[in-house]
């Protein structure tokens, strides 16, 4: 059973930084690409970024350049968004997916996490 | 900037039939944008459920259909059911590995 699981979540100081994990399993991790997607509460869903297999292709959103960095650490099956000069507008329930790129056929998100909840707030 | 197009609420009658769509301000939807839909209730995770303008997702009832249907998206519940009411999102592939979703539509079952 594939099974996405996002920690690191919590309240953060405006500036500050935070580092988000999502764990997978059920699946071979350091095959496949993953995504982040980011939701503010009682908002729709915001793509953020996809991550290749090694880690050395990302394609990200523009909100993303400058202040977020995304990681993969295919030993652990974990995903990483580190964040840092956090701001209000950041607050939001971060979910990671596994993203399925293909050359035949065409990309597409299959699996979901349950999200973690990222408050910045003083 | 790309920006994808829902609308923002529909309603239907329980058994009733409708469609949601999923448009581009700049251009016409196809099949190049690989069209992805997501079922969300309120406080969980999105699930997807049609990826590539019609592939159901595994266990997604076939009530529910993609397509391109003129210039757009579309998404078709035939027979909705109580428990479809929700938000449903679209999300485009628009190029360069870069994706875009839609604001979403809060379906209402009555």
């Known amino acids: 059973e594939v099974q996405l699981v996002e920690s690191g979540g919590g309240l953060v100081l405006p ?5 988000l994990s999502c764990v997978a399993s059920g699946f071979s991790f350091s095959t496949n690409w993953m995504t982040w ?22 394609y990200q959103a523009d909100s993303l350049k400058g202040r ?4 993969r650490d295919n030993t652990k099956n974990s995903l990483y968004l580190q964040m840092n000069s956090l701001r209000a507008e950041d607050t939001a329930v971060y979910y990671c997916a596994r993203y399925i790129e293909v050359v035949v056929g065409g990309p597409f998100f299959d699996y979901w996490g349950q999200g973690t909840l990222v408050t910045v707030s003083s | ?16 039939t409708v469609t949601l ?21 309120p406080g969980l995770a999105p699930r997807t459920l049609i990826y590539r303008t019609n592939i159901r997702s595994s266990g997604v009832p ?18 909705a059911q109580a428990d479809d009411e929700c ?7 628009v190029g360069r590995g870069l994706w875009v979703f839609g604001g979403g539509t809060k379906l209402t079952v009555l």
């Not at chain 2, 790309?2 to 923002?8: A, F, G, H, S, W």
């Not at chain 2, 210039?71 to 519940?77: E, F, K, V």
């Open chain 1, 15 to 19: 500036g500050g930084s935070l580092r």
């Open chain 1, 37 to 58: 997607v980011r939701q503010v509460p009682g908002k729709g869903l915001e793509w953020l970024a996809n991550v290749h297999p090694d880690g050395t292709t990302i």
């Open chain 1, 68 to 71: 977020f960095s995304l990681s």
């Open chain 2, 1 to 16: 900037q790309t920006v994808v197009t829902q609308e923002p609420s529909l309603s239907v009658p329980p058994g009733g």
């Open chain 2, 21 to 41: 769509t999923c448009g581009l301000t700049s251009a016409s939807v196809s099949g190049n944008h690989f069209p992805t839909w997501l079922q969300q209730t």
């Open chain 2, 62 to 79: 076939d009530r529910f259909s993609g397509s391109i249907l003129g210039s757009d998206a579309a998404l078709t519940i035939t027979g």
């Open chain 2, 87 to 93: 938000d449903y999102y679209c999300v485009l592939h």
